[in-house]
């Protein structure tokens, strides 16, 4: 059976998406040059048309990856990117829009030249060094501003090598550019310009038709050879279809004719030729020598393009065909001696006519490989492609002779208009899973297409929307996949309506409105798809591969497969020699074509009806054989609606067949065929003469030259296998075809006419055994991955840069090229291509099947993978254990890849063995669906044994996907169950199959590490008393301390001390103590959570070992005291220090007294203090400091002794105490930021006293042990500045009266001032401080004012108490009146006691003693009286002097009662 050829073709955004594309702004030495008006440069990215390429062209070089070049935004950037190496695509943007066409070509210096024009007249050089080419950095720009002529002359650009450029002009001239190479140099010298005009004076051929036709000479098309081949003249085609040859200038031309009944015939007359359109096209192909034509140039070597042949296309407005090619040959130079100018001619070899199909269409370009010829056609924006070989033998071949046009079209792809989606909604699904699944179908639209449709139908409804109101909500959300963006915005503006007369919703039409929202949708995704796909060019790639370039996809031209090439026959029309065929592939194709009557005769509806059924009750656990089952459907959905006309044509042309069943297997084997209809021979390069090099070699569009493949690049690209997905896609879209067709026959044919299948297995068993199979492989095909815009992190070669913003990756990427200047930065991105398309292209991408995809040829890799897959290598009935193994290990594969909804869609296909069921319950569990996963998972149990896997018909599926090794045992497997659940944190299920992991382990293994998992998984799950059992529980004596300490901690951290406290640790009492003690003294934090010492605080008292707790608490308040803490969290730090203090002190307070005390270590610290001279030496000083964090005497090694010092019970009250009174303080005053300064006793009865609080002072003095002195100096200084006071001062200075208690006293506040320090004075002075705070006051008050009159309480109490230290203060400030006074005084005081005055004792002294008078005090006041007389002073001295003499004698008289007493 002769073969067929088909199209494939990958878009160029799935192999990178625009936003992955370095962009790199080119500056001009030229002024005055307006900015470029593109779109896309003003920041409109989501007009996918701006990254629609005008011009692409192919480029290959020896031993190099493949790049492609595009000419996009509006001919101002040109993208380079490479289809066969992980290169990063960067675009280029120039000052002004480039003419045709740029062009790559290789120098013989590693380095490749990018040759640019552009209409402002500026030409640049591009040097790229290889292999890194532009992403590695340390490329050259240079630009030249060409001269001779203005840049709005230039119309197009031909590149004939790296020195030499040639520039079509708007006059049909042509402007040659050379520039010479510097002494063998990559380095080249300015250019040389040099204008050629079109006139050749006398060359033979060239004749005159009178006046031309305005922009008749206007040049449309360029050729030569390509470089590095040897060349030195140039080919140009006019709009006149004048031909040209130019050297140094035109050197030759001929008139083409302009019809083919004009080249067949040497006398026909051109004159009167329509002019050629006056786009840029490809009309012209420079072929090799023909072969025999030797002259006495080419035998020395000095002329190669003597007898080259020039293949010219000529487009024809006929519905004949869409033109002809003719070839000329170029005759040998010609000097003319007269005018000294050379001349060559061109001589006509042969003409070719198109095929009749090409009426109406396009040529867009054409390319000689291997004498064969390829031709690109635009088929209403479509591609074609038609080839035929070329016949050297015959140089005048009339149009072809016997020879055939091969055809090469894409495969069919379904219109998406609203018929097929009223066929598709015939099915099952809801309305928007059918349509998102039919455009997210891989291969369709690309995701530049959605993404501008989406943008553009989200405008249009914003557009609507007045200003004034809001839009919906699903236009402004975000969404995080593009599918997801889609279905949340389509339709989102329709609404249902209700019937205002019946109040009943109007469904009908909401459903009606919805479909035609999704079809503008669907309408705008095909208009911009069809955009992406017209033909540009033709290519040739590695190995003479014919490449297809179209403005947004790179295709390649295939061989089809048997089942390919028989689809094409029998389903999609007739293709030429199929008569051909024989055999066993003929007796298929009958049955083929049978079956096509049949399936197109049922009605659409009941076939898809049928086709459903076929696949609903195929993916049922099936209690029956499919025979049984597949009767059933036929009897259902077939047989009743096939009328009696096609019964009988089926039986006429089964009963032609003889053997049916034997037809059957024809056809299955054509539907399962895995062999290549033609196998490609590569040829050796070292085999190779130069002409095979140069015909296997030709120029592409570009006029590059082509290479021998590199197999390592081939190996690493990302677009051979996207060719390799789309050609599986096509040929299993065929067998799936040819199947649901001959499954239909053989249920046919088995109701209407069983005695025609009679074999076991059935025929129809058999049959479904293949459907199967290859709707498991259309899965792969038709689904995407789950979320096509997004990476996944399994798959490889896959970019995550998509996750970017667009714009912000744009602006990322750009950079300033000087002129002349390397460009350094390499681009920021790898070149990773995006997220695979398709189910299948993640499996060709990973690392299952990569090693499978070495193949050079598109088709062998497919096979490749289908073979690798083996779905198709057996039948199920021959092997029913294998097929399962290649099934399960298919849904491994995607398991392992992430693809968890296919994993389910496939599994619906799969026996539920026990390896189905062990994927899909680990499919489940990624999935969250614990119950169903568990289910599953004891199911699978049951193929376990003690010793290893029992003899079950699922045991080699088991084995072949299983993780762990051998042996296959049942505590292997419940380990291996017990290790997925710890990684997603199932705990609940962890601790079950732990604990049967650790039941069933019946051959003694350790089990260590499952007796650890249990334990945490029971701590995950807050169950601490089943963990506690566990821990006891467990027989390794290491684990369990272990787990001890960590069950302390972890029970500590959740704050389940209640529990911890009441669990007894039987044995390892000390190590949990341990434990918690190490925390406690070792946190860093002492104020965050867990509180180590309050757990460890409620551990000894829950067992009544009061003296450690305490010692802990303690511990902890002096933790609290050394933490640095901020001002505004210093009250709450000091109120949990507090706390401490008092929990220490109340543990303590229970313990025997002898025994309240805490043993603590201390440390040596030395304090520098300054001399007390003042010098600048210091004194070192060594203090003791208590250690918090120390480590225990216990623990210490022996001989290693520890300093301690014993706190005792008072101590921590002291301590409590202060800190009581430092967080009093700062409640009361949190402007004072008592939390920066560590301050001491005195200084906070100082800063109650700054702040007037003097009750507070003195209950902190009183509290904390310290002189009350201060306070009451201060008091009284307050009463006496009061005193001197008057008016409305006394007011404002007696304000630190205003407090409860004494604000409600009467009197003024001078009285109550005096008063409040009496009462304050009564309340703290007490003989047992010598009363040494009214001393204060006394001094105070003489202080202040010597000449004011002292209280009279005051004066009192001290002639009552301490009269003596009264007299002395009046003396020593010079009160000597009332130093006498108070003498005087004292002296009668005594003497009336003495007389029984005393109302306490009416009895006289009993002893001498009890009358003490200060004599010396007397003498020193008369003394000092004596040397300040006054008549006052005199006469008091004289009167003490009197009582004195008084007392004396009274003196003498009770001494001798006294006596006498005794």
Known sequence: MPSTQSLLAAHISSLYHPSQVHSITIATAQRHIPLSSSSLAQGNSNDASLHHASHVSYYTAREQPSLILRLVNDNTSIELSSATSHIPPVEITFPSPIIPNPTLVPDQYSETHLIVCTKAGSLYRLVFPVPAFWSGGGWEVQEYVVKTVQGDMMAGMHVVDASEVLISLSDGNV?????????????????????????????????????????SSDIVSFGSIPSPAPTSVAYTMSRDRQLRVWKNACIGSVRVPSSFEQASSSNASTSSAPLLPPAQANYIRVLSPVPGLTTRAQADELDADTGRRVMIFVPTPTDENGGFFITYSLGAEVTDVLVRRESRSLVKQSILSCSPRTAGMELRDFVVVDDMLWCLWDTHGRSMVESIPLDEDDDEDEGGGGRAWSLATFGVEPDYSPAYFDQLLIGTGSFTDVLMDAILRPGIFSKLTLETAIHQYRDSIISTISSSSSPPPALIASYPTLSERIAGIVGCTVECAVDLQTGEQLWDQYWAALKRDWEGFVARCTEIERSARWPIALGVGDNGRVIILERERVGTVVVDDEPLHAAKLVLFGNIPGAGEASGEVALGLKVFEIAKVLRENVELKERMHLEQAFLDRGQELLAFSFEEVGLDIARTHLVPFVDDNVTDYIADRVELLVDVEGAVADALNIIRDLEPLVKPEVLDEQDMDEDDVFRSHPSNSSGTTLALPSQDHWEKAHWPKLLTAAYIGSTVAARYELCMSLLILVAFVTEVFPEKMTSEPSALDRVFDTFKSLSILRTLCQRPPPSPDASSARVQDVAAADQEDEMLSRFKGMRMASVGAHTSSAPPTDGTPRAPISLLHALLTSPHFSSLSTAFNVQERAHNFLQANSLLKSSRHQDVEFMEVVEVRLMEDLRDLGFLEAVREIGLWVSEGPAASYVMARTWLQLGRIEVAVGLFDVVAGSFGDRGLYETPGKTGLVEILPFPEPFDLYGYYQHVVEL????????????????????????????????????????????????????????PGLQTELVRKLATVMCDQGELHLLTRFN???????????????????????????????????????????????????????????????????????????????????????????????????????????????????????????????????????????????????????????????????????????????????????????????????????????????????????????????????????????????????????????????????????????????????????????????????????????????????????????????????????????????????????????????????QVLVIAKQNRTPMIDGLCVELQKELDTWMVRARKLGEEIKSRR
């Not at 050379?178 to 006398?202: I, Y």
């Not at 009865?1245 to 310290?1266: H, K, P, T």
């Open 175 to 215: 402007l040659k550019l050379k520039a010479t190479r510097q002494d063998g140099r990559s380095v080249f010298e300015d250019w040389k310009e040099h204008k050629m005009s079109a006139s050749t004076g006398l060359v033979s051929g060239f004749s005159l038709f009178g006046q031309r036709q305005p922009g």
């Open 981 to 1036: 659940f710890e990684e997603l944190f199932f705990n609940e299920y962890l601790v079950k199959y732990a604990k049967l992991a650790i039941d069933s382990n019946v051959s003694e293994q350790s089990s260590e590490l499952l007796w650890e998992k249990l334990y945490h998984g029971y701590v995950a799950l807050g169950l601490y008393e089943e963990a506690y059992t566990t821990v006891m529980a467990t027989p390794y």
């Open 1065 to 1419: 640790f039987v044995g390892h009492q000390a190590e949990v103590e341990r434990t918690l003690a190490f925390k406690a003294r070792n946190s860093t934090n002492p104020t965050a959570w867990p509180d180590y010492s309050k757990a460890l605080y409620s551990w000894y008292i829950f067992r009544g070992d009061y003296r450690k707790a305490g010692g802990t608490m303690y511990l902890q308040a002096k933790q609290l005291s050394e933490f640095p803490v901020a001002p505004d969290q210093y009250i709450d730090l000091a109120t949990v220090q507090a706390r401490c203090y008092l929990a220490a002190i109340n543990a303590l307070s229970l313990v025997d007294p002898k025994n309240a005390w805490i043993p603590l270590p201390v440390e040596e610290e030395v304090a520098q203090q300054p001399s007390a001279s003042g010098s600048s030496r210091k004194i070192q000083r060594k203090r003791k400091k208590l250690l918090c964090s120390f480590i225990p005497y216990d623990n210490l090694s022996k001989g290693v002794g520890q300093e301690l010092e014993v706190v005792e019970l008072s101590d921590i009250r002291q301590e409590y105490m202060l800190v009581l009174s430092r967080l009093s303080l700062a409640v009361r005053y949190p402007d004072h930021d008592i939390g920066k300064f560590l301050i001491g006793p005195i200084d906070i009865v100082s800063r109650y006293i700054q702040n007037n609080a003097f009750d507070e002072a003195m209950g902190a003095a009183r509290s904390l042990d310290v002189p009350m002195t201060a306070i009451f100096e201060n008091l009284t200084s307050r009463c006496v500045a009061l005193s001197k006071m008057r008016g409305i001062d006394i007011e404002e200075e007696a304000s630190w009266l205003l407090f409860d208690g004494i604000k409600s006293w009467e009197g003024t506040p001078v009285t109550r001032a005096w008063r409040y320090l009496q009462a304050s004075l009564e309340r703290n002075d007490t003989a047992e401080t010598d009363f040494e705070c009214r001393k204060v006051v006394l001094k105070r008050i003489l202080d202040e004012d010597r000449a004011s009159r002292l209280p009279v309480w005051l004066v009192q109490f001290f002639e009552e108490h301490q009269p003596e230290h009264l007299i002395r203060m009046c003396v020593k400030y010079d009160l000597l009146e009332d130093a006498l006074r108070h003498s005087i005084t004292l002296v009668k005081q005594v003497q009336w006691k003495s007389r029984g005055g005393d109302s306490a004792s009416r009895e006289p002294f009993k002893t001498a003693a009890a009358a003490w008078l200060p004599y010396a005090v007397f003498d």
